[in-house]
């Protein structure tokens, strides 16, 4: 008879607030099981009912502290529909901007500050990336972490003219923005825009945005890697590395559900048909793509620290009632399941790149399936697509 050692390890997630913590059942080296709970009741949607419309452009922003602006603009664009309004062309793109700015902050210290990090963890010791790995990511003192600071601390900025503030900025209305740019503020901008992308093309690409833009499938990747030492030596070439290395390019194959609901509208004076954005809506199945229904979107509450109501709720008829009870049985997050046709389904950059259309990532999850690899690619790779636009 073989006997079985079961350790349950907790593990918090607090590189940035610790508000979530991951459990896992460990039987004889093998995760059997793993759970994701919310360790802090925030319902900011209870907190916004009897309250003026427009307050949500002040509370909703506060939903966190490193991400405002997409908290703003989903407030903004919910007063929008409301209000039957349509946005002028300058407004939507002077909204686009700040949050695209807030996208390059996010993904670098998520990709650099957060997930990187992993890499310097003793475990890896053996590795032959380890020594290169923790001068590059040792926390306040790696090269990498100190250029990611110091980049995303500037391309912010882009926000601080457009809202007068970041974080917590409140400059999006219904209808629009605020205020008006004006010319040195454009310019200001465009100065703040070009430093970053010598940078991200420098240091995370090791190439042009052009000449990765031409990476169309997984060859071209293997031959983008081999061309040249920069690109193996950036911060994507340095990724591929680690993963492939560490195995993490086979592990986390998830679902293979993928949704977006889409961001960052075209004007209509770009000449796109109706409803076009930079990032597509859809649900993609690793097969198919269709077109995507939020009325299909539902949360769950049965293992969530709430009051329970029968099935699915769309997040308009939510219902969001605490439960002072922590040890109620079967519950065990303060965090609801969201499902899309009542089924878990992944969103974020590699869903975007999925439902867009993006050749690479077509090809990298039709040939080796999703992984950890493919989606902090999918992320640090997305500012290839924005600055451009921006």
């Given at each position: 008879?073989?006997?079985?050692?079961t350790v349950?390890?907790t593990?918090?997630?607090?590189r940035?607030?610790g508000?979530?913590?991951?459990m896992?059942?460990?039987?004889?080296g093998?995760v059997i099981?793993a759970?994701?709970?919310?360790?802090?009741?925030?319902g900011?949607?209870?907190?916004?009912?009897?309250?003026?419309p427009r307050d949500?452009l002040?509370?909703?922003?506060?939903?966190?502290g490193?991400?405002g602006?997409a908290?703003?603009?989903?407030?903004?664009?919910?007063l929008d529909?409301v209000?039957?309004v349509?946005?002028p062309?300058?407004?939507l793109?002077?909204?686009?901007?700040?949050?695209m700015?807030?996208?390059l902050?996010s993904?670098?210290?998520?990709g650099?500050?957060?997930f990187m990090?992993?890499?310097t963890?003793?475990?890896?010791?053996?590795?032959?990336?380890?020594?290169?790995a923790v001068a590059r990511?040792?926390?306040?003192?790696?090269?990498s972490?100190?250029?990611?600071i110091?980049?995303?601390k500037?391309?912010i900025?882009?926000?601080a003219i457009?809202?007068?503030q970041?974080?917590?900025s409140?400059?999006?209305?219904?209808?629009?923005?605020?205020?008006?740019?004006?010319r040195?503020?454009l310019?200001?901008?465009r100065y703040?825009?070009?430093?970053?992308?010598?940078?991200?093309?420098?240091?995370?690409?090791g190439?042009?945005?052009?000449r990765?833009?031409?990476?169309?499938d997984?060859?071209?990747?293997a031959?983008?890697?081999?061309?040249?030492?920069q690109?193996?030596?950036?911060?994507?070439g340095f990724?591929l590395?680690c993963?492939?290395e560490?195995g993490?390019?086979r592990?986390?194959?998830?679902h293979h559900?993928?949704?977006?609901?889409?961001q960052?509208?075209?004007?209509?004076?770009d000449?796109r048909p109706p409803?076009?954005?930079v990032?597509?809506s859809g649900?993609?199945d690793?097969?198919?793509?269709?077109?995507f229904?939020?009325e299909?979107?539902?949360?769950?509450?049965?293992?969530s620290?709430f009051?329970?109501?029968?099935?699915?709720?769309?997040?308009?008829?939510?219902e969001?009632?605490?439960?002072?009870?922590a040890a109620?049985?079967g519950?065990?997050?303060l965090?609801?399941?969201p499902?899309?046709?009542?089924?878990?389904?992944?969103?974020?950059p590699?869903?975007e790149m999925?439902c867009?259309?993006?050749?690479l990532f077509?090809?990298?999850i039709k040939?080796?399936?999703?992984?950890?690899m493919?989606?902090?690619?999918?992320?640090?790779?997305?500012?290839?697509?924005?600055?451009?636009?921006?």
């Open positions: 008879m073989v006997r079985r050692k349950t390890l593990l918090p997630v607090n940035v607030e508000d979530l913590e991951l896992i059942d460990v039987r004889a093998m099981d759970w994701s709970r919310g360790t802090m009741y925030r900011f949607e209870n907190m916004l009912k009897g309250r003026a949500s002040v509370l909703t922003p506060r939903v966190c490193i991400c602006t908290h703003l603009t989903a407030a903004a664009k919910a529909m209000c039957n349509t946005i062309d300058n407004a793109l002077v909204r686009n901007l700040a949050s700015a807030e996208h902050q993904d670098i210290r998520h650099l500050l957060m990090p992993d890499f963890n003793p475990w890896y010791a053996h590795a032959a990336f380890y020594e290169e990511y040792r926390p306040l003192g790696g090269s972490a100190i250029g990611a110091k980049q995303t500037r391309i900025e882009i926000v457009i809202g007068g970041w974080p917590n409140s400059y999006m209305v219904p209808g629009g923005v605020a205020g008006a740019m004006t040195d503020d310019i200001s901008c703040l825009l070009s430093r970053f992308r010598s940078w991200y093309e420098t240091c995370v690409l190439c042009s945005i052009e990765w833009q031409a990476v169309a997984t060859d071209d990747l031959r983008w890697y081999e061309q040249a030492e690109h193996r030596t950036g911060e994507i990724l590395r993963c492939r560490s993490l390019d592990l986390g194959r998830g559900r993928f949704i977006s609901y889409g960052f509208d075209y004007p209509v004076s000449g409803g076009a954005m990032f597509s649900f993609y690793g097969d198919h793509l269709e077109p229904n939020q299909n979107i539902t949360e769950h509450v049965t293992h620290h009051r329970d109501y029968l099935g699915g709720l769309h997040p308009f008829n939510g969001t009632v605490p439960l002072a009870d109620n049985e519950k065990y997050s965090t609801k399941a499902r899309y046709r009542d089924k878990p389904a992944e969103t974020g590699l869903s999925l867009s259309g993006v050749p077509r090809d990298l040939t080796g399936g999703a992984s950890v493919t989606r902090q690619l999918a992320r640090l790779a997305r500012g290839a697509v924005l600055i451009p636009i921006m």
